[in-house]
């Protein structure tokens, strides 16, 4: 299911952490590549749509999350998470809805239409003119205009440093942004052409509202965990209450909204650790568990007398991240030896027992294209303990009883092992296996789950697990997770924990934005691909099947890899 616009976020969902990240479908200029699909045997959407006259007005929807966002702005670094997400979908700007093909259709409660010139047609710049819906409001009653479109760009363009967005892909490609006829109609205008356009001014959310973005410390502080400002909100939702004490945020019906009336009173997020979820639900004390991923979950779920488990493929995937400024991490030609000495489908087969899910059909040979999708090749290193243990060799890491040592060191590097979130600690054992194997050794470093953002965020990790989700764009937003903090720079963005800028990706990354010609596009992309596996950056494992409990009365709701949900539709069927 559609989650976020940024193409990276980092989450820790339902025991994994999760950043939303690199999009998943093919999309240029709002329209759907040909040929798209899930990978094999794996449902695009299971969601049970119904028209709102089949769903009850009223009763209260109770989600289970795995972090109460620390910062409720989905935009920023620290607000970077598919919880926050989640929960800005009902209370955030969306511009575009997604079919389950990854098409999109205009959201007309926030714009009416959009008028584009190609760049072929308008001197080598792309240029769109979004014609807002005049009844759009924030919280505050003022209404959505052009200005809160050049607030958040300019805070999210790189521009100035002082802001600490999440990513500065797309924004970092408009030129300026512009009043129209009317102070609702935004006029855009890119540096060239932009084949992701979508991403940018359409997805989740669309726009924040210049209260919140025009001042860098407003940004990065503003709205942290006890601020929610409801005023710089809008939606079909807005808040009723925070719980710190309980970790819950309620929302209920906002009666400023200008759309379809929600046919829920209420919905609740809450905290739970993984193993809480699954029993909360099999108990009703909640009605939503997404993103279920270990076999007493799936099992526990079950037992529910209601439960119904939605399926279809996911856009997250599994990784282990290298912090290639860490003790031996430091040099390529290890982690290069590490990685041949990891055996990935070990790990899905371990991680995934269970389920019904079958290993081969999930794993992942690219950090940007799903099996199935248009551009998708398998760049990955192949699992080959003896051609790591030849490397090792060379670079002079000889073997000394159970490990490797060198000029008197010994080979090892630390595992940052999320404590209490199973997927973590099968993670680590795996890998603590297969590098005893070749001769190093890792120490497993008990992290405590709730500061994953800060290790992620102070870099202070060798290596870590946990899991990207994508959106619908997969070529988009390279840079984020992958390169420099702007063009140009020397400094790793943001996102990019793994801190390694490449030159060679730096200059594909422009083209990659740039390229409207898809084939060419998905070749610049997988080149893109290539430095990245060589470089060790970042190990994909596998990427998710998404199992969604929910009661199996309820409607517009469940597990998809592409399409979006309207928060005012979901409900209990009549």
């Not at 800005?88 to 990854?102: R, S």
């Not at 759309?259 to 193993?275: H, I, N, P, Q």
């Not at 090892?412 to 190093?440: C, D, H, R, W």
Request: hydrophobic fraction near 35%.
């Amino acid at each position: 299911m559609r989650k976020a616009a940024i193409n990276a976020i980092a989450l820790l969902a339902v025991g994994s952490l999760a950043l939303t990240g690199c999009g998943q479908k093919n999309q240029n200029t709002g329209e759907k590549q040909a040929g798209a699909t899930s990978s094999a045997n794996l449902k695009l959407s299971d969601m049970n749509p119904q028209s709102r006259d089949k769903v009850k007005d009223g009763g209260s929807l109770r989600y289970s999350i795995s972090l109460l966002p620390p910062n409720w702005n989905p935009l920023s670094v620290d607000g970077n998470g598919v919880d926050n997400s989640t929960i800005a979908h009902f209370t955030l700007p969306t511009n575009f809805d997604f079919d389950e093909n990854a098409k999109p259709t205009v959201n007309k409660d926030y714009m009416e239409s959009y008028d584009v010139k190609e760049a072929a047609d308008n001197g080598g710049k792309l240029q769109v003119t979004l014609h807002l819906n005049p009844d759009a409001k924030w919280n505050s009653g003022r209404t959505i205009d052009y200005t809160d479109y050049l607030a958040t760009w300019k805070a999210n363009n790189g521009t100035n440093p002082a802001f600490k967005p999440a990513t500065t892909d797309g924004f970092n490609q408009i030129e300026k942004i512009e009043k129209g006829a009317k102070a609702t109609d935004v006029v855009v205008t890119f540096k060239s052409s932009y084949p992701d356009w979508t991403n940018v001014l359409g997805a989740s959310p669309s726009v924040l509202p210049k209260e919140a973005v025009t001042d860098p410390k407003v940004y990065n502080e503003g709205m942290g965990s006890a601020n929610f400002h409801p005023e710089w909100h809008t939606g079909p939702f807005t808040l009723d209450k925070i719980d710190q004490a309980q970790k819950t945020i309620t929302l209920k019906r906002n009666d400023k909204w200008w759309g379809d009336k929600a046919k829920l009173d209420t919905v609740s997020f809450r905290e739970l650790d993984e193993s809480a979820q699954t029993k909360a639900f099999a108990n009703k004390e909640i009605d939503v568990v997404d993103t279920i991923i270990t076999k007493d979950g799936y099992s526990t779920a079950k037992q529910r007398s209601d439960a119904a488990l939605r399926e279809a493929g996911h856009l997250q995937w599994r990784h282990f991240t290298f912090n290639s400024k860490a003790g031996v991490l430091a040099d390529k030609k290890v982690r290069q030896a590490v990685v041949k000495g990891i055996n990935r489908e070990a790990i899905a087969r371990s991680d995934l027992a269970g389920l019904p899910v079958n290993p081969k059909d999930v794993m992942l040979g690219n950090h940007f294209f799903m099996p199935g999708q248009p551009g998708y090749k398998d760049n990955s290193t192949k699992y080959d303990p003896a051609a790591a243990k030849k490397e090792l060799d060379a670079a002079g890491w000889k073997m000394s009883g159970d490990y490797r040592v060198k000029d008197g060191k010994q080979l090892a590097f630390n595992y940052s092992m999320l404590t209490g979130v199973p997927t973590s600690e099968n993670e680590g054992a795996l890998l603590q296996q297969n590098m005893k194997a070749i001769g190093i050794k890792v120490n497993l470093v008990n992290t405590a789950s709730d500061t994953y953002q800060k290790v992620l965020q102070n870099h202070s990790f060798d290596t870590i697990s946990f899991t990207w989700q994508g959106t619908d764009w997969p070529m988009n937003n390279v840079r984020q997770i992958y390169g420099a903090a702007s063009e140009g720079s020397k400094n790793p963005s943001e996102s990019n924990y793994a801190q390694i800028v490449d030159p060679k990706l730096e200059q594909l990354i422009p083209k990659i934005d740039t390229e409207e010609d898809q084939t060419k596009r998905q070749d610049l992309t997988n080149q893109a691909d290539k430095i990245i596996w060589d470089n060790v950056h970042t190990l994909p494992l596998y990427r998710r099947v998404m199992f969604t409990a929910v009661p199996k009365n309820l409607a517009n709701y469940g597990a998809a890899t592409f399409q979006s949900y309207r928060p005012e539709d979901i409900g209990f069927m009549k």
